[in-house]
């Protein structure tokens, strides 16, 4: 098989698992009890949420771990609720390309009273900081924008979006599930109060992320009851081995990053240049980010061919690539990322995501493109025919 989808998610690193197999073996000690047994797996948990909090550039008394990203950005909305009423900041801002659990999140919100405002992207997907601005009010009370898109991986300026939240007194959220691994990631450079991660989109394990708060004492918990879990934010028994593979993850990515960048980054390359010279230049099209740009997922659109029935093609040939977010892969309906870039109906379902992890090769990828390439071809001649 080969995994072109990584993305969605990443495939478990040898030594994460390693890291991870004493507490789910011999270590399998409660780590909010008391006696030794568990004390040992309360320091394992500490000493990942060092390692977590050393990768994002925060102090680990910030990092407050949930079961993903998607649980982390709800935390962010479902937890300032409370305090963004009682100072009266109810305008929430939120581009119209985040993932489909920061859209969710602040939908339901808009049943209590709040007022959510959607930013447009420029034609490339980018969420211009000129637009948050130009759209904050004197009742917005939280900004939230995504690092780098997970359909397009398109790259946002949140630096630039962290500092005019800053300079205007507005909380702001980053959704970093996706930059993680190929992009730097610095709570202090980005400026954030919220910022969202997850362990299996860097060779982690399922089941595991985290949200660095700022200040956690504007937050209620998503999840009640444990006081002493999670500082009181995110009840429940901690999963202790994801959480130190977790912890693993992200030491190795931090030691790596530069070096997984470039591999991803030429990887990319080589499949759709090698695509374009079976296909040509002319057949097809990257929505969003340019090519030469750093990242692991590229968003191509070929035209003449539905991108459903090439992806089936692709999977019976043990080619796995997607149409869009792992979220949303059994709707009907097309990509709202690639919708509200401007693409009409038509070329969002002739648009795949292809993305690329430190673990491919660069056999995997000539020969994935070469397959792809093929069932294309076959899928255009036949519309022709019609």
């Not at 550039?57 to 649980?71: H, L, N, R, V």
């Not at 040939?317 to 892969?329: N, R």
Request: aromatic share 6%; proline share 3%; charged share 20%.
């Amino acid at each position: 098989m080969i995994y072109l989808d990584n993305a969605a998610t990443t495939q478990l690193d040898p030594r994460v698992l390693e890291s991870m197999m004493p507490y789910l073996t011999t270590q399998y000690g409660n780590a909010g009890t008391l006696y030794r047994f568990g004390r040992a797996a309360n320091e394992a948990i500490q000493e990942a949420r060092a390692r977590v909090a050393r990768f994002i550039g925060a102090d680990p008394d910030s990092i407050i771990f949930t079961s993903g990203g998607s649980e982390a950005n709800n935390l962010v909305f479902h937890g300032v609720r409370d305090y963004l009423k009682r100072i009266g900041r109810t305008h929430i801002l939120v581009s119209t390309v985040e993932h489909d659990s920061v859209l969710r999140a602040a939908e339901c919100l808009m049943k209590d009273g709040f007022d959510v405002e959607y930013i447009p992207v420029l034609g490339n997907g980018t969420v211009p900081s000129a637009a948050v601005e130009r759209a904050l009010r004197a009742d917005t009370g939280l900004v939230s924008v995504m690092y780098v898109n997970n359909e397009t991986g398109v790259e946002n300026p949140v630096g630039d979006i962290g500092s005019i939240c800053l300079k205007h007194g507005v909380l702001f959220h980053a959704d970093c599930v996706q930059a993680a691994g190929c992009h730097p990631i610095d709570t202090t450079s980005i400026g954030c109060d919220f910022l969202s991660i997850s362990a299996h989109k860097i060779h982690g394990p399922k089941g595991t992320g985290a949200l660095y708060a700022k200040d956690s004492s504007i937050l209620s918990p998503l999840i009640c009851g444990g006081h002493d879990q999670e500082f009181g934010l995110r009840g429940g028994t901690e999963n202790v081995a994801g959480i130190v593979g977790f912890g693993r993850a992200c030491e190795i990515a931090s030691a790596q990053q530069n070096e997984d960048r470039t591999t991803v980054s030429m990887l990319k390359q080589r499949f759709v240049t090698e695509l374009q010279s079976h296909l040509g230049g002319d057949t097809i099209h990257i929505n969003g980010t340019s090519l030469l740009a750093p990242g692991k997922t590229v968003n191509l659109r070929i035209d003449g061919v539905d991108n459903e029935t090439l992806i089936l093609m692709l999977d019976n040939a043990d080619v796995c690539i997607a149409a869009g977010s792992a979220c949303q892969s059994h709707e009907s309906k097309p990509s709202h990322v690639l919708t509200a870039m401007g693409l009409t109906t038509e070329e969002a379902r002739s648009s795949i995501r292809v993305s690329f992890s430190r673990m491919n090769t660069v056999d995997e990828v000539m020969d994935a493109a070469h397959t792809l390439a093929s069932f294309a071809d076959v899928l255009r001649s036949h519309r022709t025919e019609e």
